[in-house]
């Protein structure tokens, strides 16, 4: 009999975790300083907002 294995999805790896994909619209150059001081940092982009977001939310919490 044969196998009946689902094909391999081509594109991205699902993300890991609880985490979720998050779909924004950001101005070009913004996009590029993000991912270049994600690089510098050696880190990604998505950690960067992730922390940019938690530290936005935070701050807002005081007012």
Do not use: C, H, N, Y
């Not at 982009?45 to 939310?57: G, I, K, M, P």
């Amino acid at each position: 009999m044969a196998d009946l294995k689902k094909p391999l999805r081509k594109g991205r790896k699902p993300a890991e975790g609880d985490k979720r994909q998050f779909l924004a619209t950001l101005d070009t150059e913004l996009i590029k300083a993000i991912k270049l001081a994600a690089i510098e940092d050696e880190t990604t982009a998505s950690e960067v907002l992730e922390e940019a977001a938690r530290q936005w939310l935070s701050r807002r919490k005081k007012k």
